[in-house]
């Protein structure tokens, strides 16, 4: 099944405490992102990749990390989380063209709701 | 520069009323738009776009959404609502030829009645 898998589903942790969230899709595709949603502010872009070694901030990417050493795997690094980063979590794929043209839309994992306290 | 606008927080509507959930867009070219539901403890799943052809475009579980190229619009509509059509429904929109980055909205919450 084509699916973006997301983990954990829920975390509560401390801050400053190091932690990953894991998102891999098994689609082949080219471009990931990860969002963050927050009550009355809907969807923001933390950061993207449009391909293996190739990422770029979004509208919010401080204090968040990425990386694409792999092109299944994109993993959301938070070195030393705060409060302020307690949200709902969302990671996303898609082709890109010229493979199949810039109308593909994305794939969601089910989130990962994160509690900085 | 790209943007979209939904101005509804939220819309109210009885079962087996018809649904319209609003969309505006702002970009330099033509438009790629999308429309996504996310039900509880769920990824954003896709519904349905129109990237060229026919203004009216179906979708999935019924819905369907109305390009309006002069008003900038495209806006999500269901003729008969259900209850479990009540979800969170986000419009996102990509500039053909443009960034590939797509911009979403701020999202609407539909409430559908019995």
């Known amino acids: 099944e084509a699916q973006v898998t997301q983990n954990p589903r829920y975390l509560i942790t401390v801050t400053g405490k190091k932690l990953t969230v894991t998102c891999s899709q098994n689609?082949?595709?080219?471009?990931m992102s990860w969002y963050r949603q927050d009550p009355g502010l809907g969807l923001r872009q933390i950061y993207y990749?449009?391909?293996?070694?190739?990422?770029d901030k979004g509208d919010v990417p401080e204090g968040y990390k990425v990386s694409r050493k792999e092109k299944r795997n994109f993993p959301l690094i938070l070195e030393s989380p705060s409060p302020n980063q307690t949200s709902l979590y969302f990671c996303a794929s898609s082709p890109i063209p010229p493979r199949t043209g810039s109308n593909s839309p994305l794939h969601f994992g089910n989130g990962t709701r994160l509690t900085v306290t | 520069a790209q943007s979209v606008a939904q101005p509804e927080d939220q819309v109210n509507v009885a079962e087996g009323n018809p649904l319209t959930v609003k969309c505006t867009y702002s970009v330099s070219g033509n438009p790629y738009l999308f429309w996504y539901v996310q039900y509880p403890n769920r990824g954003l799943q896709f519904l349905l776009k129109y990237i060229t052809g026919d203004n009216l475009v179906k979708g999935s579980y019924g819905f369907e959404a109305e390009f309006n190229k002069s008003q900038t619009s495209f806006h999500l509509k269901k003729p008969s609502a259900l209850v479990s059509d009540s979800a969170l429904y986000f419009c996102a929109v990509r500039e053909a030829g443009g960034s590939y980055i797509p911009t979403f909205g701020r999202g609407t919450s539909l409430i559908v009645h019995p």
């Open positions: 689609m082949n595709h080219e471009y």
């Open positions: 990749s449009m391909n293996v070694e190739v990422t």
